[in-house]
């Protein structure tokens, strides 16, 4: 079938995703329902309700645009604040919780490569198991950074997604239904639940991403770091690849970390690190690039789901629902048995499960929805925390998972 839009009319499909991204943080900031479900679930299904009624095509090159410069922009964005001393030193608690849950996403990914292995024919089930775990300990981003990185087929790539965002949001109610349940306040302390005002859950979105004072200066230099750290990490990357030379018959060790050296990805990352540790007194005085950066993500959510077939979603990603399903349930139930064994706050550990399955929007919003003011900064710094080391962990499980 023929889309209402012929892929070469750059302008009008632009017009629509950028339109559908609006569309979704709309309703994401004015409905609880829509809160719920999250902006990027709302932006992947009108995504696929566009493509799937032949109004936009699954495939243009004017997509590219998106994974060639906004998701490598979008990342320095995101990590302005990633100061590495002030998230070690103001997460306090949360940053040992928030790596406690990360243990729960390895031990899941390491199971659901088990179970399913022989399921999911190689390199497919890599190349899950890598995007995954990225994307539940960091987010969106390093989902597609690994999926960038290794060219993972959309045949793979689409229904995992889909797969992910429809499990992260059914995880997102368990969450907040456990830190309200009798069963777990009587086995875990949970002051901030204690101490919570209920009127804090009307618009969560909205007032987490309410207007801040953004002036045109604080935009060109906000997209002038996220470019510099760009081209820094392209630099370094020419530089690391011509010093490594060929390492085909080196050892495994040896070409897993060739692969982290010279990854673009995990380059921008640790550039961007680097920026926002050293210079984040100027850097903290720079209103908005967190906006621009989520809008990037957003856009970039919005893109998957065009590709994304409705009928092969639903004959494939049953399969992928019981994937990411496995490495989700895993996360929770380890945090839980970890926090149990280090007498952590109930509240900490399903926000340190939610910083890590949605990432730093998605755990401040939570904090404010249940009424923890007190655990917004820690879990948006952990969330951050986790954009920083997704990605290379990410890309050394595919490494290690691949055949040789």
């Known amino acids: 079938m023929n889309p209402l839009i012929p892929a070469s009319d750059t302008w009008t499909l632009w017009a629509l995703i950028v ?14 329902w829509a809160a719920r479900l999250s902006g990027p679930v709302m932006a992947l299904v009108i995504a696929m309700v566009l493509s799937n009624t032949g109004i936009m095509p699954a495939q243009s090159p004017a997509y590219d645009f998106v994974e060639d410069y906004l998701v490598p922009l979008a990342i320095p964005l995101l990590l302005f604040r990633a100061n590495f001393w002030q998230v070690h030193r103001s997460a306090g608690r949360m940053f040992l919780v928030f790596h406690l849950s990360s243990v ?27 995007m995954m775990c990225a994307s539940y300990i960091g987010g969106a981003v390093n989902f ?20 992910d965002n429809f499990v992260m949001a059914a995880m997102f109610v368990i969450l907040l239904a456990t830190t309200a349940s ?35 200066l604080d935009l060109a230099q906000a997209l002038a770091v996220a470019f510099a750290a760009v081209a820094i990490s392209k630099l370094i990357g020419r530089l690391t690849v011509a010093a490594f030379g060929d390492v085909t018959h080196a050892s495994l060790g040896w070409q897993m970390l060739q692969v982290l050296c010279t990854n673009r990805f995990v380059l921008v990352t640790s550039v961007s690190l680097a920026i926002a540790t050293v ?6 005085a720079v209103h908005g690039p967190e906006e621009l950066g989520l809008l990037m993500l957003y856009i970039f959510l919005f893109c ?20 990411c399903g496995i490495i989700a ?58 954009y920083v080391i997704a990605t290379p962990i990410g890309v050394i499980i595919v490494e290690w998972l691949k055949p040789r």
């Open 329 to 386: 349930v895993v996360n929770y139930g380890v945090t839980l048995a970890l926090g149990r064994l280090f007498r952590c706050n109930l509240e900490e550990l399903m926000l340190a499960v939610n910083a890590n399955l949605g990432g730093a929007p998605s755990a401040a919003a939570m904090a404010t929805s249940a009424g923890w003011p007190k655990l917004v900064l820690p879990g948006i710094l952990v969330g951050i925390w986790g």
């Open 144 to 163: 597609m950074a690994v999926k960038a990185s290794y060219n993972v087929s959309s045949a793979v790539s689409d229904p995992l997604i889909v797969a």
């Open 182 to 216: 009798p069963f777990f306040r009587r086995r875990y302390p949970h002051p901030h639940s204690e101490a919570a005002n209920p009127a804090a859950a009307d618009k969560v979105a909205a007032r987490e991403w309410r207007r801040h004072g953004v002036g045109l």
């Open 104 to 130: 729960g996403t390895l031990i899941g990914t390491g199971l659901a490569v088990w179970l399913l292995k022989g399921r999911i024919p190689s390199p497919g089930l890599e190349h899950a198991a890598g």
């Open 19 to 32: 339109s559908g991204t609006a569309l979704a943080i709309w309703l994401e900031q004015r409905y609880r």
């Open 279 to 284: 210079f984040h007194k100027p850097m903290a």
């Open 304 to 323: 998957i789901g065009l590709p994304a077939d409705l009928k092969a979603v639903l004959l494939k990603a049953p399969l992928y629902f019981v994937f």
